[in-house]
């Protein structure tokens, strides 16, 4: 069994920053080569992906580009999205997914509100 937990989103005005952290436990084996990812879903929309790391591959979202960083710290199981210049549009609940043995894992969402 894989767990994700994320933590960091809430309300900030625009042009501010937001720092997400997404830990994984449980059954993950080797943590720096399982292909992980941020997603966001805002109202009404669909989940679309906003940026992806796997071992040392990244790519982002067209929309975040420049604005968005994600990375991620092995020896603590955790990948990380910093956010800055962050605009109304970026409002969503956003999602870490981790893929192990091809079962994809998802975590429980965190609010991000830019508003001002």
């Known amino acids: 069994q894989v767990e994700l937990v994320e933590s960091g989103g809430g309300l900030v005005q625009p042009g501010g920053s937001l720092r997400l952290s997404c830990a994984a436990s449980?059954?993950?084996?080797?943590?720096?080569?399982?292909?992980m990812g941020w997603y966001r879903q805002a109202p009404g929309k669909q989940r679309e992906l906003v940026a992806g790391?796997?071992?040392?591959?990244?790519n982002y979202a067209d929309s975040v580009k420049g604005r968005f960083t994600i990375s991620r710290d092995n020896a603590k199981n955790t990948v990380y999205l910093q956010m800055n210049s962050l605009k109304p549009e970026d409002t969503a609940v956003y999602y870490c997914?981790?893929?192990?043995?091809?079962?994809?894992?998802w975590g429980q969402g965190t609010q991000v509100t830019v508003s001002s």
């Open positions: 997914r981790i893929v192990v043995r091809d079962l994809v894992y």
């Open positions: 449980g059954s993950i084996g080797i943590f720096n080569l399982k292909p």
């Open positions: 790391i796997t071992g040392g591959s990244i």
